[in-house]
């Protein structure tokens, strides 16, 4: 066989030939090579025969006409080399035509072995993989280029095992076979778009970068930028890798990588099929999604990108339509398999997610809050309740200098006043009102008067006289903001300098609530009851030297406030060591004739029944009529005030015969009671000595 391959291959030599070329190949027609036996002849034709015990052909060499003599070995002569060494036998082969009955032409394909397919694909494909693999060797020579050459043309021609291979070895190390992965993408690319005469369907473009991109997002870390370039540096973006940037963004895992290279594709690549609308339209739906993670992510990126001016006009769009949806009566929202579904009622989330946006863009841009403002008043109350609970944070960031903010407050839409005074609440929850602030509210508050609610957020604004004419207004809101308003009022009293100071004291409030005319109107009277209650609870304020100069002020007005007794009980009740000064003020109310003012005798009279016995001194002062009443309602106190008189003799010389009288006292300060006593002793002494003179005179 070895012979015949030989041989072949000198069919394909040249006519001419190196004299010496022949002999190189000449041991190869014999068993044995043989140098030693190597002649010269003349220039005519060689002819090998083969052994006698063979039958067969003569071939004849007509291509080698100054071959030397070819010595010929016989079996025995082979189990001794070293005699055929030492004996030189020199054949001369003459050509007998005669002899000759054919020349047969040496056929190559004869002589090879035939090679089944599968062994060919593993020979193949084991040559493709020393190929990739020898990455270092073409680095080393200068040859990297040609060898990715030559891997592209071979997998773009014959594809199959040869792509799978190619895939498997670029995602092994992504990062190190980047470049093979472009090239690889643009000769696939070409061969989609028609660009090369080949067509091959077994893989396209679009299949070759899915996989790239899916091998990328399993390989590489969640942050690597490695998967964004392999998109941005793709020759075409198609629908099913939209598609699977959109798998990426509405998943926990691979959100932050979808989401940021739908960032850098709005950005770099605003042209071609899909371009930055298509890209700028899928980050904006995420912003509406389930994936809470997701969401957060896309809204981070919206609001950077919203800086760009030709980007914010569509962005605002689909902000103001997502703020839109709270208008219908029911919430269209995207569950996670993409369909649209309706829910029955609107919920926290549901609102959360059409306003999170939109939210978002208020201190971007201040002129939103009109559009808030507008949509506010048309929606229902529970939805109103929600919005107000999500706007905290960007009504802080806006500021109270906003001209926008200030616009909108003075100019408030009928139906959005909760939320201008939530607006309000949140910009002085920490700091006072600005001037332009305060000013806008008072302006607000001439256009509704009737409304003293807008007047709660800028109190400390406000002068004195304004907070006081409002406060009979105050007094008639709900529990909760009449306690908003005395905490902001007293709120710089509590030790907390980082406030502005109130422009009423403690004292002054709680004197102004005594003042309110609630005489006809007994609804305003509990409300001004249960705000002078709001006062006493803060004890820490309303000290006992704060309450007797409140009561000293109440006590100079005329009239007397009819919550006067009341609010001197109250302070008795809290600081029991006034008792003195209240037994003052009692004296000075007899004084003003107490009694012709029906609400305060009552408090009078109560006030007197829980201080005894120190009111008693005080009670012996009224006229003999009006004692003379309170000693007929409440029979018991007329003994404690003889009692009292017995007990202090000095009392009698300063109270009129009439008191004394009416109290059954004599002028010389015996009671009825005492004299009767006296009486009926003295006569028990008369008969005891009467018997004992009887008994003696019967002795006798």
């Known amino acids: 066989m070895t012979e015949l391959a030989f041989l072949g291959s000198l069919l394909g030599m040249p006519s001419i030939f190196d004299p010496m070329f022949p002999a190189t190949y000449a041991t190869f027609f014999g068993s044995y090579p043989s140098w030693m036996n190597v002649g010269t002849q003349g220039s005519e034709p060689k002819v ?55 020349i047969r032409v040496f056929d190559l394909s004869n002589s090879l072995r035939e090679i089944k397919e599968v062994q060919i694909k593993t020979i193949t494909s084991q040559t493709f993989q020393r190929i990739l693999t020898a990455e270092k060797v073409s680095l080393l020579r200068g040859t990297s280029e040609k060898r990715i050459s030559v891997i592209i043309n071979l997998v773009c021609q014959f594809g199959g095992s040869y ?152 962005i605002e769009r689909f902000a103001l339509q997502s703020l839109q949806y709270l208008l219908s009566d029911f919430p269209p929202f995207q569950d996670d398999t993409g369909d649209m579904e309706i829910a029955t009622e609107w919920t926290e989330e549901s609102v959360n997610l059409c306003l999170q946006l939109f939210v978002s863009l208020l201190p971007l841009n201040h002129k939103l809050l009109k559009d808030l403002a507008m949509i506010y008043t048309s929606t229902t109350p529970s939805v109103k309740r929600i919005v107000l609970k999500h706007i905290d944070k960007p009504v802080r960031t806006i500021g109270m200098e906003s001209p926008e903010l200030l616009h909108l407050v003075e100019n408030c839409p009928v139906g959005a006043e909760t939320l201008i005074m939530r607006i309000l609440y949140i910009l002085t929850e920490n700091c006072p009102p600005s001037g332009g602030l305060v000013e806008r509210v008072r302006e607000l508050y001439k256009h509704n008067p009737s409304d003293v609610r807008f007047l709660i957020p800028v109190l400390h604004g406000l002068h004195k006289n304004e907070v006081l004419a409002a406060l009979p207004y105050f007094i008639k809101l709900s529990p909760n903001l009449v306690r908003g308003v005395f905490d902001r009022l007293l709120l710089s009293f509590r030790g907390d300098h980082g406030h502005s100071i109130s422009p009423v004291t403690p004292s002054e409030l709680l004197v102004a609530l005594h003042n309110i005319d609630c005489s006809n109107d007994e609804a305003l009277m509990k409300s001004a009851i249960k705000a002078t209650n709001i006062c006493f609870s803060e004890k820490s304020i309303y000290t006992q030297e704060v309450l007797a100069v409140v009561l000293q002020q109440l006590l100079d007005h005329t009239p007397i406030p009819v919550l006067f007794m009341r609010t001197v009980i109250q302070s008795l009740a809290a600081h029991p060591k006034l008792v003195s000064f209240v037994m003052t003020i009692l004296n000075r109310l007899i004084s003003r004739q107490v009694w012709k003012m029906p609400t305060v005798w009552q408090g009078f009279l109560r006030c007197c029944e829980l201080t005894k016995p120190h009111s008693l001194t005080i009670l012996l002062q009224l006229p003999q009529k009006q004692l003379i009443g309170i000693v007929q309602v409440d029979p018991g106190l007329q003994k404690e005030l003889v009692e009292h008189i017995e007990l202090y003799p000095h009392t009698k010389m300063t109270l009129p015969s009439a008191i004394l009288q009416s109290l059954g006292l004599h002028p010389t300060g015996e009671s009825d009671i005492k004299k009767k006593r006296k009486d009926s002793s003295t006569k028990k002494r008369r008969h005891s000595s009467k018997s004992n003179s009887q008994d003696k005179e019967s002795f006798n």
């Open 48 to 102: 090998m025969e083969k052994n006698s015990e063979d039958s067969g052909d003569v071939f004849v060499s007509p291509m080698i006409s100054n071959l030397v003599n070819i010595p010929t070995f016989k079996a025995e002569d082979q189990a001794e080399p070293k005699e055929c060494k030492t004996k030189e036998v020199k054949t001369h082969v003459t050509p007998t035509p005669q002899k000759l009955k054919r």
């Open 163 to 314: 792509a799978s291979a190619l895939l498997d070895f670029i995602v092994d190390d992504f990062r190190a076979n980047f470049d093979l992965a472009i090239a690889w993408l643009f000769a696939e690319y070409a061969l989609t778009e028609n660009y090369c005469l080949s067509r091959r369907e077994a893989w396209s473009y679009e299949t070759c970068l899915t996989l790239l991109l899916n091998g990328a997002c399993e390989r590489l870390e969640s942050r690597d930028r490695l998967f964004t370039r392999l998109i941005l540096e793709a020759p075409k973006i198609t629908p099913s890798v939209m598609d699977n940037i959109k798998s990426y963004c509405c998943t926990e895992e691979k959100a932050f990588l979808g989401i940021n290279t739908l960032k850098e594709l709005i950005l770099k690549r605003p042209h071609g099929p899909h371009g930055t609308e298509d890209f700028l339209q899928m980050l904006l739906e995420i912003t509406l999604g389930s994936v809470e993670l997701a969401r957060v992510q896309a809204l981070h990126v919206t609001k950077k990108l919203y800086a760009k001016s030709e980007l914010s006009a569509k």
